[in-house]
């Protein structure tokens, strides 16, 4: 798509004063498309050092800080009462890796976690390895932190740690070295610019993959490093030239082979290397082809395949000899079969037993089976729910380590002994102040406009009535085949005990209800993923879930585009949205092979260049779709150095916003000037920018 830039008008600068309402200036530009011209005088935007938009962006704070402060109390209240469900000096449970016991640990008063080790299960505090708020503050990091590897060598001497300081996701990684006696050192040795895509070291601690990002922010290249050689000395083992491909990094957990996963939104090509000779090529396992996905690990004697091949559409497991050859198909024989509507995730390969991670009637679920055949499920609550690994990062082991909790539960911490399948409950996330009998939660069906069937997992007080009175907040994704299990929030029980009911839809574009789930809501297909959200949300209005007129809506990035979309084309069915770092500039954006992960993104959406996806996209995008309308309360997020979702995209959409509404509703902005993607990253941070959206959904709804 080509554009051209007309003349300039004069730009009109936002006002100093705090509470009067920001005007963006405009910039004359005509988009050139297929399906018509357009302009768009916000396009400017997207010039991140433009200093107009950082004077826009502090001038939408400042009218956001002056909206929030008639509601600093409540505000300052949740964020009290979310500390106060809260065990603030905590420790996980300690897990045994490699003779050691490694545990973390949280300190009233610090944002960040500690990371411990010791010899036996009640001294595995006895060794500080890392202590993030220590680091956070010797590197300067006040805004923004993130740790990234945390990896140790096979002989546990050596640890690769990485850290991001701005939330553009390129870490610095280091090297630590830690004695038996708990001295820790930190090597000369410093990697920068690498990207979050897993670190793996040699057998013998002597080099360490790691992953560094194209300028489209795309991991595309495993680079090996030699501890104690410079940084500049580094070899490049691998480099993957097609754009629509990430590059990841690991080992299987049997640390016998490192992994170099090749992955595209439609398919996939590994490549082994053995971990104790660490020089030689890596072996591509099959070679990649169109629509054909797959996951390797290594049980003992022969490989573990997870994958859509002859047609296994929710995914089926094949094994093959260690010693064949894997490119052959016929080489492959299968282990669990294919079946429609149970989509197997992925596998995590014990000794004696393989862990399968799968989803089946909109409900994750772990599934055991043995070397003779036999299998067992996990049993867990019947109430909508949330189950998955923990760690378990010895291959011999016997024991299970599983997580799970639900709207109503927090995680719950298990041990299953694979052999008898006794069951150890080890810890339930502490929740101070809390009752949490007064919750209760359920699971109900909406019909979408073509017919289809969609679940809704709801929690409410106990005390709260189904008559059609209360306020409530439906969340909600739908993109990426990302299925969303229930999870518990202290947080979201400020909400609950003031009488809101809290939804959570899974609409078509996820992966609830296997993979015709997620190709039924992507591409040509993506109205459905708003028409299933539309539907629940009028649902729980004709059902006297909650009121018709006091309900929200929240999403971000992928979901911040569903509830753009949703408000756009219904306005009259929201009271409030919140749209986190939202995608909604989609067609601007996905029409520019030059921005961050475009290209890798048109499996997913498809490219607006050309038909029929500049029509079908253009009529769903928020930004294009944002006319004169009377729309609900907005509040909108941002971050300055956000990598995936660029901080034009919600800009751009605010300033339209305040263009076209007819509501006199609240449009608030807020962008984080030291984040990226996922926000505040400190857990006081977090818990106060929580506390201040839950604030706006009380005032609006």
């Known amino acids: 798509m080509d554009h051209q830039n007309l003349p300039s008008p004069t730009s009109v600068t936002p006002s100093g004063d705090a509470s009067a309402t920001p005007v963006a200036p405009r910039r004359a530009h005509r988009w050139v498309r297929p399906t018509g011209d357009v302009d768009d005088d916000f396009a400017w935007m997207i010039d991140v050092e433009d200093p107009e938009l950082l004077e826009y962006l502090t001038a939408e704070n400042r009218f956001g800080d002056a909206w929030f402060a008639p509601h600093a109390a409540t505000t300052e209240a949740i ?87 701005t939330g553009d996701e390129r870490y610095d990684l280091r090297i630590r070295r830690c004695d038996d006696d708990g001295g820790v050192e930190d090597l000369e040795d410093h990697i920068t610019e690498v990207a979050n895509a897993g670190t793996a070291w040699s057998a013998d601690g002597s080099r360490l993959f790691y992953v560094r990002a194209d300028d489209q922010e795309r991991p595309f290249q495993v680079w090996r490093h030699e501890i104690g050689r410079p940084a500049a000395d580094d070899t490049l083992v691998f480099q993957e030239d097609d754009e629509r491909f990430f590059v990841e990094i690991g080992e299987t957990r049997s640390d016998t082979w490192i992994v170099i996963h090749c992955g595209s939104k439609t398919s996939a090509e590994v490549r082994l290397l053995p971990s104790n000779s660490p020089l030689d090529e890596p072996i591509v396992v099959q070679p990649r082809a169109d629509g054909v996905e797959y996951q390797v690990d290594d049980w003992g004697d022969r490989l573990v395949m997870v994958t859509n091949a002859d047609g296994a559409d929710d995914f089926c497991i094949r094994t093959a000899s260690s010693g064949d050859d894997w490119t052959d198909p016929s080489a492959w024989s299968e282990l669990v079969a294919h079946l429609p509507g149970r989509r197997i995730i992925g596998v995590e ?4 037993q393989l862990v399968i991670y799968e989803w089946s009637n909109a409900q994750p679920r772990l599934r055991l089976l043995f070397r003779d055949g036999t299998e067992r499920i996990v049993d867990v609550d019947n109430e909508p729910h949330d189950v998955g690994l923990s760690a378990n990062p010895e291959w011999t082991s016997t024991t299970l380590r599983f997580v799970t909790q639900s709207m109503t539960s927090p995680a719950t911490l298990y041990d299953d002994d694979l052999l008898t399948g006794e069951r150890t409950l080890l810890r339930q996330v502490p929740t101070p102040n809390v009752d949490l009998d007064s919750y209760v939660a359920s699971r109900m069906w909406a019909t979408s406009a073509d017919g289809t069937s969609v679940p809704v997992d709801i929690v409410r007080h106990v005390d709260t009535p189904l008559d059609g009175t209360a306020a409530g907040c439906l969340y909600g994704y739908g993109s990426y085949e990302a299925s969303m299990p229930p999870w518990f929030s202290v947080g979201r029980l400020s909400l609950l005990d003031r009488g ?102 048109w499996e997913e959406w498809g490219d607006p260049r050309s038909e029929p996806f500049a029509t079908a996209m253009l009529a769903y995008s928020p930004y294009d779709n944002t006319v ?56 006081y941070d977090a818990w106060r920018d929580e506390a201040r959206t839950l604030a706006f959904l009380l005032a609006t709804t």
């Open 79 to 165: 964020f009290e009462e979310i500390r106060s469900r809260v065990q603030e000096t905590d420790q996980s449970t300690p897990v045994m890796n490699g003779g050691w016991w490694y545990v973390g640990s949280t300190v009233e008063g610090e944002n960040y976690p500690r990371h411990h080790r010791g010899r036996t299960f009640e001294s595995a505090t006895d060794f500080l390895l890392l202590d993030e708020n220590v680091e956070a503050e010797r590197i300067g990091a006040t805004d923004y932190f993130d740790l990234g590897a945390f990896d140790g060598s096979h002989d546990h001497t050596m640890f690769a740690w990485s850290t991001d300081t």
């Open 349 to 352: 390969p014990f000794e004696h």
């Open 500 to 601: 809101l009911v809290w939804a959570l839809a899974h609409p078509r574009g996820g992966g609830e209800l296997g993979r015709h789930w997620y190709l039924d809501g992507k591409l040509e297909h993506k109205q459905h993923t708003f028409d299933d959200m539309i539907a629940v949300a009028e649902h729980l209005g004709t059902a006297g879930v909650v009121a018709r007129d006091r309900l929200a809506i929240r999403g971000g990035s992928a979901g911040g585009l569903l509830v753009g979309a949703c408000m756009t084309q219904r306005p009259d069915l929201f009271a409030s949205v919140i749209a986190e770092v939202p995608f909604v500039d989609i067609v601007n954006t996905m029409s520019d092979p030059s921005l961050p992960l475009t290209v890798t993104e």
């Open 628 to 683: 004169e309308a009377d729309y609900p309360a907005v509040y909108v997020t941002a971050g300055l150095h956000d990598p995936r979702v660029s901080v034009h995209e919600p800009a751009k959409w605010v300033a339209r916003l305040r263009d076209t509404t007819t509501s006199g509703r609240p449009i608030v902005m807020r962008t984080e000037m030291g984040a990226g993607h996922g926000g505040p990253t400190g857990r």
